[in-house]
């Protein structure tokens, strides 16, 4: 099953993996609801999933997929190039994680080793991935971020992506009074007074998409 926004990224993949033996794609989607009743229709085996959806974030489709559908296993395609995104998407539940600009046969790697039960994470993240963990380990310093719950990351997460309050209430089916009550509560509870402070923690996490611009909606 193949879930991204970008159409023409979908009929690759679709392409790519029809090729292999012993693939075969049984559906495809922009959304993430779609995707999550999609794989509860067809119970496949290996979902490949992108963070950037159409409605919900690709965050929210792996928890959901990992608690109502567990013998679906989720390879994570994306963009985002930080070890946080990395760290959020295998404790949400996913197995793997490649780069979108990786190679088709790392892919097919990934998706190989997922299907035999193991972990896959891109060569691009592994050693960063060991010594942030093993750092943590000596250091035992709590990450003010893994305080925030669920609906909180998926809030910031969106406004990365650069949409407006209005915007993430709409994705979430929520108010917009709501997301900026979220929003208030995620900035408390990373211990940020205002908007400055908030890009700028965006920035150094390095929690910004590639070409994105924060959104001015979104005000201390």
Sequence with gaps: MLADDHRVVRQGLATLLRQEPGFQVVGETSYGREAIQLVESFNPDILVLALVLDDV???????????HSPRTKI???????????????????????????????ELVQAIREVAAGRYYIDKHFAENI??????????????????LTNRQREVLHLWTQGLTNAEIAERLYISP?????????????LNLRNRHELVNYVLKRGLLPPNKSLPGSIEA
């Design 75 to 105: 390879v994570i395609l994306s963009m985002y190039g930080t070890t946080d995104y990395v760290r959020e998407a295998l404790k949400a539940g996913a197995k793997a994680y490649v780069l979108k600009d990786s190679t088709s046969e």
């Design 130 to 147: 060991i010594d942030n963990y093993t750092g943590r380990a000596r250091i035992a310093m709590p990450d003010p971020y893994d305080k």
């Design 57 to 67: 974030s690709g965050f929210h489709v792996v928890r959901e997929v990992s608690e």
């Design 177 to 189: 009074r709501t997301v900026e009550k979220h929003r208030t509560s995620l900035m408390r509870r």
